[in-house]
């Protein structure tokens, strides 16, 4: 299984504030273009993710294959857990469409990849890389944090950061707090690119 591990309890209760992201600055790229929909399709506005190439190079040259191969295209957004951090990538059980039951439990047909742990802290905004018990677990799956989370520094690899469209990460369907933050009827990223 590869969803995060360490989720503080209170973190589990409902209308946990959402924090609004700094402004940060696109850095060198290159940046991961994300088109939102809902679950019936409605488009609900486009993420921009710049990708820290520098701080953890295998990791995001494994985001940017599996975009420019159309894989992350109609993958849902299974774990969103209010005030804390929203979770897709489970190219393997993740089609929208599909039987999303294992979502979450997948990755792709690609080897996992060693950790890149930094310095740099989880705030909100910051992409990680989701894993198993093992830190040699990630594979293709990612989360983008919606608030500050330092018990996850040093222990996931930083791989990006939200540098636009903070108001669509905030609008994503949230999950059920009793099921670890479970979606039902996800959104979903419905075309996702890369722009150098």
Excluded: C
């Amino acid at each position: 299984m590869r969803s995060l591990l360490v989720i503080p309890a209170l973190l589990l209760g409902a209308g946990a504030a959402l924090a609004q992201a700094p402004a940060a600055e696109d850095g060198p790229g290159p940046n991961m273009v994300i088109e939102v929909a809902a679950a019936d399709g409605t488009p609900r506005g486009t993420i921009t993710l710049d990708l820290l190439s520098e701080t953890a190079p295998r990791h995001v040259e494994r985001l940017v294959e599996l975009a420019r191969a159309g894989a992350y295209d109609g993958v849902v957004f299974h774990r969103v857990i209010d005030g804390f951090m929203v979770q897709t990538g489970d190219v393997q059980h993740g089609k929208q469409g599909g039987d999303t039951a294992m979502a979450g439990m997948g990755g792709s047909d690609l080897p996992d990849l060693e950790a890149e742990f930094s310095d740099l802290s989880f705030q909100p905004g910051t992409v990680g890389m989701a894993r198993s018990n093992d830190p040699n677990s990630a594979n293709s799956q990612f989360f983008i944090d919606l608030a500050a989370a330092p018990f996850l520094d040093g222990s996931y690899t930083v791989v990006g950061q939200l540098i636009d469209g903070w108001d669509v990460l905030n609008a994503i369907k949230k999950g059920d707090s009793t099921a670890n933050g479970a979606v039902e009827e996800p959104d979903y990223m419905a075309r996702v690119t890369i722009a150098e």
